[in-house]
């Protein structure tokens, strides 16, 4: 009852009688002991639908819980949804536990997706969210993404909670960090389709990421979906530019002060 009585319109008008953080705080307090009370249960499956697509992910933190139910809230997914053809290959880099690739991957029955995660929780719960959701189109790596092939040590964030967002490069953090393998995106060329598609929500790494798949930019790749973070002291200008390199328009979309969203179309099939 709480969630639909939290609507857009209950928000806009509790902004305007300056009422919206009291409301906001009730609610987040709602969401937190729901949370609470289907954990107890021992329900760990939350199902979702997005644009008429049915998919479920196995829940075991808060926050997997809160991105989940807002879900239908992701500009950012939907346009990558919107984008997809049949037949298409996307490279999800910074699949986390799968929220896209489980998505697009049902969406592609006559195509294909790969995951690639370089946190060991995520991978687990990766792999399960595609058993769970009878996938056989979608294939999961386990590394980090960079711009040569090696390994890196990745910032494990508060919590215990592993890259909620993508993955860093930052090699510390108050709760530790982890040695993982690091791949460039066109290692990937040699063993997957070439993609059609790719998104990249990496958490500060933008750079390093695009100049380790220039061979896929020359390859055929029609789209690419990167999410840039300026908070972290990437520059989305220069992503930008970085894909004028190589034949795409990019057009920033969904920017705020933390993130920003940067859609680069190859000149030749720009819609």
């Given amino acids: ?22 409301i906001s705080r009730g609610y987040k307090a709602y969401e937190t ?5 289907v954990s107890k249960l021992g329900r760990d499956t939350f199902p979702v639908s997005v644009s008429g697509i049915d998919a479920q992910f196995t829940v075991t933190t ?15 997914l939907m346009l990558l949804l919107a984008e997809l053809r049949p037949g298409d290959t996307l490279w999800d880099f910074g699949a986390n536990i799968g929220t896209h ?3 697009a991957g049902k969406l592609l029955q006559n195509g294909s997706v790969l995951a690639v995660e370089p946190y060991p ?35 494990i964030e508060d919590g215990g909670e592993t890259g909620t967002v993508g993955h860093s490069t930052v090699t510390k953090s108050d709760s530790g960090s982890i040695t993982v393998p690091m791949r460039t995106g066109d290692s990937f060329l040699s063993q997957y389709p070439q993609p059609d598609v790719v998104k990249i929500d990496v958490q ?15 390859s055929g790749c029609r ?3 990167c999410e840039t973070h300026p908070r972290m002291g990437v520059d989305t200008d220069e992503v930008c530019a970085f894909f004028e390199r190589f034949d795409f328009h990019p057009r920033v979309v969904n920017e705020d002060e933390i993130t920003a969203q940067v859609i680069a179309h190859r000149v030749s099939t720009s819609r």
């Fill in 1 to 22: 009852m709480f969630r639909r009585l939290y609507s857009d319109h209950i928000r806009t008008i509790s902004k305007r009688y300056n009422i919206h953080p009291f």
């Fill in 33 to 37: 002991a729901r949370y609470a009370i």
């Fill in 62 to 76: 808060q926050s997997e819980y809160d991105r989940l139910r807002r879900i239908n809230e992701n500009d950012d």
């Fill in 101 to 103: 690739a489980i998505l």
């Fill in 121 to 155: 929780r995520n991978v687990r719960k990766l792999r399960h969210n595609v058993v769970n959701n009878g996938l056989d189109n979608v294939s999961v790596e386990e590394a980090a993404l960079g711009d040569q092939n090696g390994e890196i040590e990745l910032g």
């Fill in 204 to 218: 500060a790494a933008e750079m390093q990421v695009l100049e380790g798949m220039t061979e896929v930019l020359h």
């Fill in 223 to 225: 789209t690419v979906f």
